[in-house]
């Protein structure tokens, strides 16, 4: 007991913030629902917030099936949000997660495709390997023209996620586009995708392995950033790069080096999104992964594990938003309510700590500015 | 404000402060503190960092409320809950880094938050400057109100921070460490116009921790040490030897014995030097010098005559535009920071803070921030966390590094420790040069003399030491040579066993130029 109250003062000034970002969230939607009760037919309903986080928690967690697709939903969100959060280590704001995102998924599905009938093994290796890489290409981009020109890294990424829309929407509808189907799409990926859990179980079709992928980069990630002497650069870049230099880092090199792992990550995403669940690419693929996982991020304080957390979070909201729609009555868009919100205290984040009396610590400040500050201070400028 | 001030009689109080208790999370910054101020009083506040002068100020300024205790002006009790009250109130701050805004002039400086309006939108920069010069006028301060702030000097900024407090009617002036940024000849003149101030009926508290100036500038001198005042004392009853006692708590030893220095062959030369700074200007004027294993060679000057750039180019993080810079025989100029350190080059930076640490890092990172790549605190590019530890522990235990833990962050420990960290790391590789900038500024007594002793240590244990520091007294008592660096050039270099204070203050100021004072010191380098 008494350990479990020194792990809490122990993380307490770190996970404080987003907890109450999260409770606070969740108070706002429920004013948001009740208000919304007035203009319906049913009229005003005073018990509907509890129907509204009844239907999302068993949306969520109320069965198997329901688990899986909580799980489903977090996969792509943990891995790019471990590429959003990586890039906040070193001080570098990835809004390109979502270009990232898509060329990796395009990639993916393209080889996949073109490797259909190859062995498993092979054809899945080779369409994960061509997801990253892509992924990986267009995060070395903004990253390169931050080191060498300068060029700031919100700007270029912003820029990249229209030009990576238009290229999948070029190679869907001329390179990958597959003969046979009544809309432009790639092909089938048969050998290439990813197995599942389905043998098991029916209701564990849905159950791939790119969910195991997303658990082992977990604590990769954090390996790499808390053991490693690339991540203690990468790190120390972020939080001083003034005290690199003089160290002997190379923030140019880092700059590069951790803009082409976010990519990497977040290609990965969509690698695993597309073998896994979506099985085929389209010409406009819609998605708000690349978005949603900045705000994975920075809930989950730029960690690795507050990012899984985070991410299973979302992808709860994602699972339960059908069925609360069903159950309460209330549209699923509440769900981005639900989300916005939570950027929004986490942002404001005085807010929070006002309202619940955080009275920080001296450590506590400083863990928590230093991830205000890397989100912070790249918003304004 | 209120005339009636003047006419108190002698000894009534123009400020107290009551029992002041200020608690932090796991800090009693200030217990019971009892402070008083006569009217026409330079008060001088003496303690080590961390003692809890500052706080105390703060609290006075309004920028800390107490936990419990009385403020009372002029008898009354009154409520100070921000610097705008405390304004209202007659007291006025300046800061030790100014809050000026360089690109304004001096007036549009002074006015700035308490403008004089015509009508409802414009302000009236005619009456703002009238009374500026009325103002300069009655204090002898020299001042163009016109003149933008960012051309003028240190010395003459700090005098725009004090008449932006007149401005505002105080007369209760508070001053963080005024002298820190000063040269010899800036401080004389600061405290003429602080006895002037003194003279006219307004009170001066005087926060500082150099004890000569305390004694010759204070009318009364309070010391406070962990929170608490541990004495008071009147500069003709007392004694540096004493004040540093109270201060510190034990005896100390003010001057470190240097000692003999036997250097031996040159290890790190320098020859016709010459650095830009990031604007372009060339602010490193072909500057040579040689440093011998086992001596010191102060480089002394007022803050922004290029040591920085200096310092830069020697230490990998700059590169030199002209010039040969040679560490032990081998050609080093423009090699990289990791390069220089790799080739034995020991480094402590002037703004620690900025440079020389990563505060939101724990301690033990910040031990192994310019070694953490190499054995045996890394094995490739994989971290060895228990050589990291087990170095961490014997660092904190050699160097004195007063925390809890190695794992707590570098922000939580006071400027000494975090300096001490800085020297720990640096001093502990395998050095042929170590390059000394400020080491010891905003330091206590007890740090100063702690790093000071290791820098004559490694010394004599054959180090070539560059020893950079605005501070005069830092560069007479450490060094065996002393160089003046004045407008990007070296104008002189002199013995440091037999220089002359007014005459380095003196080439600090001018850089010899008009007396020819420098050449006298020329030959005897």
Redesign the interface.
């Known amino acids: 007991m008494s350990r479990l109250r020194g792990l809490w003062a122990e993380a307490r000034p770190v996970v404080a913030v987003p907890l109450g970002a999260v409770v606070l969230a969740m108070i706002v939607a429920s004013v948001v629902a009740l208000l919304s009760s007035f203009f319906t037919e049913a009229g005003f309903d005073p018990s509907l917030p509890f129907k509204v986080f009844v239907g999302l928690f068993g949306g969520a967690f109320g069965g198997l099936d329901h688990i899986v697709n909580t799980l489903v939903n977090a996969t792509p969100l943990v891995l790019a949000g471990l590429a959003v959060g990586f890039g906040f280590k070193a001080g570098l704001f990835n809004i390109g997660a979502q270009g990232q995102f898509l060329l990796g998924a395009v990639a993916a599905a393209g080889v996949g495709a073109a490797l259909n009938e190859a062995p498993p093994p092979l054809a899945i290796g080779a369409a994960v390997s061509a997801g990253t890489l892509a992924g990986a290409a267009w995060g070395f981009i903004p990253g390169a023209l931050k080191a060498w020109t300068g060029a700031h890294e919100v700007v270029t990424t912003i820029m990249l996620n229209f030009i990576g829309a238009s290229l999948v929407a070029f190679l869907v509808l001329n390179l990958l586009q597959a003969p046979g189907f009544s809309f432009a799409r790639t092909g089938d990926l048969g050998n290439a995708a990813l197995p599942n859990a389905g043998f098991l179980s029916a209701d564990l079709g849905r159950l791939h392995l790119g969910i195991l992928l997303a658990l082992l980069a977990v604590p990769a990630v954090w390996w790499l950033l808390y ?4 991540g ?1 650069e990468v ?2 870049v972020g ?2 790069p ?2 690199a ?5 190379r923030p140019g090199l880092l700059i590069i080096f951790t803009m082409t792992a976010s990519g990497l990550l977040a290609g990965l995403a969509g690698a695993t999104e597309i073998l896994g669940t979506s099985h085929y690419m389209i010409a406009s693929y819609g998605t708000s992964v690349g978005f949603d996982s900045i705000a994975v991020a920075l809930l989950g304080r730029s960690h690795p594990v507050g990012i899984l957390f985070a991410a299973l979070l979302f992808g709860a909201l994602r699972a339960g938003a059908g069925p609360m729609q069903l159950e309460a009555h209330v549209p699923s868009e509440l769900v981005d309510v639900i989300q916005a919100v939570i950027l929004l205290f986490l942002a404001a984040d005085l807010i929070v700590r006002r309202l619940f009396r955080l009275r920080q ?3 506590g400040i ?2 928590v ?2 991830a205000t500050e890397t989100y912070g201070r790249k918003l304004v400028t | 404000m209120d005339d009636e001030t003047g006419a108190l009689p002698e000894g009534a109080p123009a400020l107290e402060m009551r029992r002041i208790t200020k608690r932090y999370p796991g800090v009693l910054a200030n217990d019971e503190i009892d402070l008083d101020v006569r009217p026409g009083e330079i008060h001088a506040l003496l303690g080590e960092n961390g003692a809890g002068k500052t706080t105390l100020v703060n609290i006075l300024y309004g920028l800390a409320a107490p936990d419990e205790g009385e403020i009372l002006l002029d008898g009354r009790p009154v409520r100070i809950a921000s610097p705008s009250d405390a304004i209202a109130q007659g007291i006025g701050m300046v800061h030790q880094h100014f809050m000026l805004v360089p690109v304004l002039t001096v007036a549009e400086n002074i006015i700035l938050g308490d403008e004089t309006m015509t009508g409802l939108v414009f302000v009236d920069r005619d009456e703002a400057r009238r009374r500026i010069r009325a103002l300069a006028q009655q204090f002898g301060f020299d001042i163009d109100p016109e003149a933008r702030v960012e051309t003028l000097s240190v010395g003459v900024q700090q005098r725009v921070e004090i008449l932006k407090a007149l401005y505002r009617q105080v007369r209760i002036l508070v001053l963080d460490e005024p002298t820190a940024v000063l040269t010899p000849q800036e401080t004389e003149e600061i405290f003429a116009v602080l006895r002037r101030l003194a003279a006219e009926g307004h009170s001066i508290i005087f926060i500082s921790h150099k004890l000569y100036e305390v004694l010759s500038i204070a009318d009364r001198i309070t010391v406070i040490r962990r929170g608490k005042v541990v004495g008071s004392r009147v500069p003709a009853e007392t004694s540096e030897e004493e004040l540093a006692e109270l201060m510190v708590g034990r005896e100390v030893q003010l001057s470190v014995d240097r000692g003999e220095s036997h250097p031996t062959e040159p290890i790190l030369r320098v020859a016709n030097l010459r650095v830009r700074d990031d604007r372009g200007r060339e602010v490193v004027r072909d500057v040579g010098f040689e440093v011998r294993a086992g001596e010191i060679l102060g480089i002394a000057g007022v803050a922004g005559n290029g040591q920085d750039e200096l310092v830069q180019a020697l230490t990998g993080l700059r590169r030199p535009s002209a010039g040969k810079v040679l560490m032990a025989g081998r050609d080093v100029t423009g090699a990289s920071a990791r390069h220089l350190g790799g080739a034995g080059l020991g480094y402590v930076p002037g703004d620690r803070q900025r440079f020389g640490l990563v505060l939101s890092f724990p301690l033990d990172d910040n031990l192994v921030l310019t070694s953490y790549h190499r054995q045996p605190f890394a094995r490739g590019f994989v971290r060895d966390e228990a050589a990291i530890d087990a170095w961490a522990e014997k660092a904190i235990a050699r160097f004195d590094i007063r925390a809890p833990s190695a794992t707590v962050l570098e922000s939580t420990l006071s400027g000494g420790n975090q300096q001490k960290t800085v020297v720990a790391r640096e001093f502990s590789r395998d050095l042929k040069v170590l390059i000394l900038d400020q080491p010891t500024r905003g330091l206590d007594v007890g740090s100063i003399e702690f790093i000071h002793k290791l820098t004559i240590a490694k010394r004599d244990a054959g180090a070539a030491i560059l020893l950079v520091s605005a501070e005069l007294d830092e560069v007479l008592e450490l060094s065996d040579r002393i160089g003046v660096m004045y407008r990007g050039e070296i104008v002189s270099i002199s013995d440091g066993s037999t220089a002359n204070r007014e005459e380095i203050g003196l080439l600090m100021a001018t850089g010899g130029r008009e007396s020819g004072e420098g050449a006298t010191l020329e030959r005897a380098g």
């Open positions: 053991r490693s002497t690339i203690f790190r120390t939080a001083n003034d005290a230099r003089y160290a002997g880092m610590a001296k450590r400083e863990a500015e230093t």
